[in-house]
């Protein structure tokens, strides 16, 4: 591969053992559906998405020395496209993150998960001979991640401030977490102020912001004004662009004075975008739909398009990913999506009141055709 082509994508990484029935109770014996495999965490579901969008991709993570591990390595080594490559550190000591997803009749899924090796991942399981060829680099997940979120985030920083020192743009993602969880009482308004100055684009939900950020607690998911509040929060604690996730409102992008993006131009500096989701041919499921827009809106990036259409690629690239159950298998390549788009794809109507803010941000919504 070509010196600084690579997109790597980092974190929480894990194995999905699905299986269909019901819960029992204390005592009892359900008979359940056969267990299926698939890969899970944000390494997995934006690195193979990155590498279905023609990217030449590594996926970065902590693993265990055990069954688990092997079969998480075989899964990954399936899905991965031939532009793909797996970087997996083996910890011996730790056993490999799983998660039990339980698809129950006519109910939404349940989950069990393990962190197991991903609440070892430090600073030090970074390989930075890779990133010195990266064009990219993303970390999702780091709530799941003890060391990244202890200390205040002193490891998680230490890693975006070393990457970023070695040229590559970064990009940030969170995760929704228990909120009786130890990850959901640290301090992330401090950690992400000690963070922050070292990411280019930081691309959470709207519900994990809102959930995390004791700022943000009491506003409204739908309101478009807000969205502009946080965002703008964001970018003063030092990043360079906010892609706020919105689910089926789509997505919103705003960007600092300073934010040049790849091209190095002022194309992306002072940008504040509302793009709408696409209507999917059928629902499936939104499991990975937010790191599935988070590879497509990279992937515009990587391939130097304007911050109006990764806005639009992006959604495009979540669409598509609802279209099947699991995470990966509804993507199509980048130009299998944007003959979709040119086709005259249509969005789904806004589930927002946008024309207020509209006329507020004179000038400033842009909303996907």
Known sequence: MD???????????CLDIHVKGNVPGPGQLEVIGPAGFSTGGAVANTGIACAKFGLPTMLMGLIGQDYFGDILQSVLSQS???????QMAVSPEAT???SMVLNRPAEDRAFEHHPGANDRFGANDILYEAVDQARIFHFGYPPLMRLMYADNGIAL?????????????TSLDLVKVNPESEAARADWSLILQRVLPSVSLFAPSIGEVLDLVPE??????????????IASTFIEWGAGAVLLKLGAMGLYLRTATTFLGLSGDDTWSDREIIGLPFQENVFAGTTGAGDSAIAGFLAAMYY???PLFCVRFANAAGSCCIEAADATSG???????????????ANLEPRADLSEWAQIKSGLYVPAP
């Open 3 to 13: 010196n600084r082509k690579y997109v790597i994508t980092a974190g929480h990484v």
């Open 80 to 86: 991965l496209p031939e532009n793909g490559m797996l």
């Open 96 to 98: 490999t993150s799983f």
């Open 157 to 169: 920083a230490s890693i975006f401030k070393e990457v970023r020192r070695r040229g590559a743009l």
């Open 216 to 229: 943000f607690r009491g506003l409204e998911e739908n309101n478009p004004c807000y969205w502009a509040r």
């Open 304 to 306: 130097n398009v304007d």
């Open 331 to 345: 993507l199509q390549s980048w130009d299998q999506i944007n003959s979709r788009i040119e086709a005259g794809w």
